[in-house]
């Protein structure tokens, strides 16, 4: 009865530890606080990433099938647009670092904790609780790596379509580009999609 009630104590001192509520009838959280916190920056980003893809991709729609006489507010707008999705992508890129660095502070965190545990059932449970977030935020880190796969060659596209416009913007310049244009537009579904994709993930993960 002892050995019960203290493997019972042990195992609420190590949920507390680790951020996973038992008993009390409360839910356990997803994964640990750190861990979401970060994530969460990086679905905030997910969101405002895919907010301005779509800005430069209208504007890239309304440069290229429906010019205007004078093209230079229009290669503007285009032009002011992609520098915004530069811009994002940069921040973008830095939450994900961020995000990662928090998780692997929470690794380096347990396995110390793990090394000071005596009960084989309360490392037990701890090493499950670690391998469930390393499941999780891997299974994350693959659709955004899935996602970085089709997004660099639409990044491009959209880039040559700019550096291509500055010394030709004509009408001649922009059937030039109409066909890098038109696959930019094609794949823009499948990119946002994919971001859908890993904001649904993350929000599945921390709720």
């Known amino acids: ?36 916190t970060g994530l969460d920056g990086l679905r905030n980003e997910a969101i405002a990433l895919k907010g301005q893809i779509e800005k430069v991709t209208a504007a890239l729609s309304d440069l290229v099938m429906k010019p205007q006489a004078d093209l230079q507010p229009q290669s503007f707008s285009f032009a002011q647009e992609l520098a915004g999705l530069e811009g994002r992508l940069e921040r973008s890129q830095a939450q994900r670092q961020v995000a990662g660095n928090m998780v692997l502070e929470q690794f380096a965190f347990w396995d110390s904790q793990l090394d000071k545990l005596e009960s084989e059932e309360a490392k037990e449970v701890a090493a499950e609780r670690r391998a469930a977030t390393a499941e999780t935020f891997d299974g994350i880190q693959m659709k955004i790596e899935a996602l970085r796969e089709k997004f660099t060659p639409f990044f491009t596209d959209l880039r040559d379509v700019r550096q291509y416009l500055k010394g030709d913007l004509s009408l001649q310049g922009l059937q030039t580009m109409k066909p890098v244009a038109e696959r930019v537009l094609a794949a823009q579904g499948d990119i946002l999609s994919g971001l859908d994709g890993v904001v649904a993930s993350i929000t599945a993960a921390i709720g």
């Open 1 to 36: 009865m002892n050995h019960r009630l203290l493997s019972r104590l042990a195992l609420l001192a190590l949920s507390s530890c680790l951020a996973l509520p038992i008993g009390c009838g409360s839910d356990p959280q997803p994964l640990p606080p750190k861990v979401a």
